[in-house]
């Protein structure tokens, strides 16, 4: 099985890319919104991926949770999923990193 390094905060994810750029295989790091479903709420995260040296370093980032979709709980939640992840998409542009959709996951 792959090492995983795995982070909730979107800075110390960062610092890892940021340390470890030139690593980053292919020069891709993927991003993506995660909603779960726990009745009566649904969560959401933003998940960030990218494969390094051999490791799948990932950022889970939880956002929040509402109960109705259209109610304001939603919108914030869904503002602050939007900034987390544009956050890591400057990040990336700046390290010349190529964001795309999905994640990478280790597999056994």
């Not at 933003?46 to 390094?52: H, K, R």
């Not at 259209?70 to 939640?77: F, H, S, T």
Request: glycine share 8%.
């Amino acid at each position: 099985m792959a090492a995983q390094v795995r982070f909730t905060q979107v800075a110390e994810f960062i610092e890892e890319l940021k340390r470890d750029g030139a690593e980053v295989q292919r020069n891709i790091v993927r991003v993506t919104f995660r909603e779960e479903h726990q009745t009566p709420l649904t969560s959401v995260t933003v998940i960030a991926s990218a494969l390094v040296a051999g490791c799948v370093v990932t950022l889970a980032r939880r956002c929040g949770g509402f109960m109705f979709r259209d109610g304001p709980d939603a919108k914030e939640v869904w503002a602050a999923a939007e900034k987390h992840a544009e956050l890591v998409r400057t990040a990336c542009g700046e390290l010349g990193l190529e964001v795309r959709a999905g994640v990478y996951e280790a597999v056994a």
